[in-house]
């Protein structure tokens, strides 16, 4: 069984709260945009930022992306 290396454990308790941050933005703009009838630019495109961006997606979205 392979061990976990000592840096990851050490880190971790710092990922857990980036990842759950990043999740939440992200569900938060998918929900705002499926709501919305107008954006800055086709809906699809901005799904596809949102999801596939990380984290700087859901910030775009939420700058530039809604009227």
Do not use: A, H, N
């Not at 392979?2 to 990043?22: A, D, K, S, V, Y």
């Not at 990380?54 to 809604?66: A, D």
Request: glycine content about 8%; hydrophobic content about 55%.
């Amino acid at each position: 069984m392979p061990q976990i290396p000592e840096i990851l454990i050490q880190i971790l308790p710092f990922l857990i709260p980036i990842l759950i941050i990043q999740l939440g933005l992200m569900v938060y703009c998918l929900i705002d945009l499926s709501k919305r009838e107008k954006t800055s630019g086709p809906k699809w495109l901005w799904v596809l930022l949102i999801v596939l961006g990380q984290f700087w997606g859901p910030i775009l979205y939420l700058i530039i992306g809604r009227k």
